[in-house]
């Protein structure tokens, strides 16, 4: 299985980009910040691009999120962390 078809991978990249929406920013606004063109958003965004740690610590950063708050539910649980009230167990 490639690593970026991982189903905690795609969680992951999900809960990002939800994060991303929920803060009504467009792929090329959320480029803009990270200092990367709107492509590099979306080629992470539909898994064609996988973020290294440094990368997704700063899309956390720009989102005002933790990187515990878009991990996926199930890594959540196996760190001791309780899912976020209205996850998915």
Known sequence: MKSAHNPLYIEFVANLRHARKERGLTQGELGRLLSQPQAFVSK?????????????????????????????????????????EGTAP
């Open 44 to 84: 992470v965004e539909t898994c064609e691009r996988r973020l290294d740690l440094v990368e997704a610590a700063e899309w956390c950063i720009v989102l005002g999120i933790t990187l515990s708050d878009v991990m996926p539910s199930r890594l959540r649980r196996s760190v001791g962390e309780r899912p976020k």
